[in-house]
């Protein structure tokens, strides 16, 4: 089974750092571009970072510019974030994103977007 599993969250202080994880596991063949997104309640996910799969070219919300960066390993299907300088209004829960390439029972290249499970933030003042 496909699955994209997320790790790294947690509670720090304003000011603190945290790295986020994602690997995609099962049948890969190959990963697309990859991202991490971000929601808090009553709020629409938002982009925070995405990277591509063959330049390597990253994008980042302005938000966070300049303390976050996104980063992948192709060996092992993975992105990370690593954020620094949080801030209160960074408190969200984090989604990571990612176009990934398998090979179905009929032995075809098959692409399919799939979103991880989330993990916490928390930016305490």
């Known amino acids: 089974q496909v699955q994209l599993v997320e790790s790294g969250g947690g509670l720090v202080q304003a000011g603190g750092s945290l790295r986020l994880s994602c690997a995609a596991s099962g049948p890969i063949l190959s990963a697309g571009n990859m991202g991490w997104y971000r929601q808090t309640p009553g709020k629409q996910r938002e982009l925070v970072a995405a990277i591509g799969s063959r330049t390597g070219r990253t994008n980042y919300a302005d938000s966070v510019k300049g303390r976050f960066t996104i980063s992948r390993d192709n060996a092992k299907n993975t992105v990370y974030l690593e954020m620094s300088d949080l801030k209160p209004e960074d408190t969200a829960d984090y989604y990571c994103?990612?176009?990934?390439?398998?090979?179905?029972?009929?032995?075809?290249?098959?692409?399919?977007?799939?979103w991880g499970q989330g993990t916490q933030v928390t930016v305490s003042s």
């Open positions: 994103n990612a176009r990934l390439y398998y090979s179905d029972s009929y032995d075809r290249i098959r692409p399919g977007d799939y």
